[in-house]
């Protein structure tokens, strides 16, 4: 059983299929707690758990951690708690909507995702739907995702991207408690979609990140 953790604005497990989630949020001393309450309200990290679990073909088990801070500050701190987290209760799959496109942000993050990189973690993190310079998507030891239009029949990768980036098609139904909507093209959503192929393959083998790479480049309809 492959371990996803999201790392988001919590989970309503009453509205999507997967019931059986484990909820995590962070609190004020910045460490990471198991709790039992989680949003009523249809959040974007419900629609990403959405997503995994009705694109992947396997089982995975799904750890949300609800980040959700108002100051810039406190959300990078807490965003490297969370991270630091998965490293040290062996996720397999860290899937990252959230970033930071400042640059005082790159060395913290940078360490960040390079000591789950060196954990063997997967990290699979949203660029910017501004096209601005992420991070930490647009590290080389993080597979960064975009939306495509072009990656409807499959994961594409952009001429001059980096090696570790690709895109896919964020706009994939979803069931949610009987209704059935369309999630919208951002890049948040398109990384969901690729934890679930990500997901999927490591639960089939165990691939290090270098492998994984060239896993995902032979299944590119562009390759």
């Given at each position: 059983m492959i371990k996803v953790a999201i790392i988001d604005d919590g989970v309503c497990v009453?509205?999507?299929?997967?019931q059986d989630i484990n909820l995590f949020r962070i609190n004020k001393q910045g460490l990471i707690?198991?709790?039992?309450?989680y949003p009523k309200t249809l959040t974007h990290g419900t629609l990403c758990a959405a997503i995994i679990s009705e694109m992947t073909r396997y089982y995975h088990e799904i750890?949300?951690?609800?980040?959700?801070?108002?100051?810039?500050n406190g959300k990078i701190e807490a965003l490297i708690s969370a991270i630091d987290y998965c490293v040290a209760n062996n996720i397999d799959?860290?899937?990252l909507s959230m970033g930071s496109t400042s640059l005082d942000d790159e060395i913290s993050l940078r360490e960040a995702t390079k000591q789950a990189y060196n954990a063997g973690i997967i990290v699979v993190a949203a660029h910017s739907n501004e096209n601005k310079k992420t991070y930490p998507a647009s590290f080389e030891q993080v597979?960064?995702?975009?939306?495509?239009?072009?990656a409807r029949n499959g994961i594409y990768h952009r001429k001059g991207d980096l090696n570790s980036d690709f895109c896919t098609y964020a706009k994939?139904?979803?069931?949610?408690?009987?209704?059935?909507?369309?999630?919208?093209?951002?890049?948040?959503?398109?990384t969901s979609v690729m934890t679930a192929v990500v997901a999927d393959m490591l639960f089939e083998k165990k691939y290090s990140f270098d492998e994984l790479l060239v896993e995902l480049h032979g299944l590119c309809i562009n390759k």
């Open positions: 009453d509205k999507i299929k997967q707690m198991r709790t039992k309450n750890n949300s951690i609800k980040v959700k801070v108002k100051n810039k799959v860290i899937n597979i960064g995702v975009r939306h495509s239009e072009k994939v139904p979803l069931t949610l408690k009987r209704k059935v909507i369309t999630a919208q093209p951002a890049n948040s959503f398109a």
